[in-house]
């Protein structure tokens, strides 16, 4: 018995302002049991914007994506379906991802300018599934940064903060962001 549940994933939350996506690879249990997005109370998302964009990571969700999206950031995943075993991105059945319809979203963001992949494991998805697909000379700069999964335990807030930085260039002042 393998235990593998085949996995939907959460809703694009993106809007027309939206400078920087950020890419998950497909969201973990308790996300979509929540249907939030990083809603594992040790994932450290929505501290890492709060520090990068001002918001308070201790709204309620709905506002907390209010904040990002004013801030330019939307939020999706690379893999739309998928069968795995527990929560973990190792455990995802290789063979059974559904890409997410990528290229035709990014089509209709005039103002995307960065696509971050959180963790090595949505920027390998983005890689097979995506980039392929995209037009040449697209102009987006894609980062592959560090995953904020509580799975990545290695890395402290402030090493994650680090690199998470490189996006900086296409967001707001933080102080500016804060409601």
Partial sequence: MTNETTLQGLPAQVNAQCRVLVLGSMPGMASLQAARYYAHPRNRFWPLMGALCGLDPQLDY???LACLQRSGVGLWDVIGRCRRRGSLDAA???GSEVANPLP????GLPRLQAIACNGAAAAQAFERHVRPAL???HGWAVLALPSTSPANAAWSFERLLGQWRRLSPWLPVAEQSIP
């Fill in 62 to 64: 709905p506002r907390r």
């Fill in 92 to 94: 995802i059945v290789r």
């Fill in 104 to 107: 035709r979203l990014l089509q």
């Fill in 135 to 137: 037009p040449a000379g």
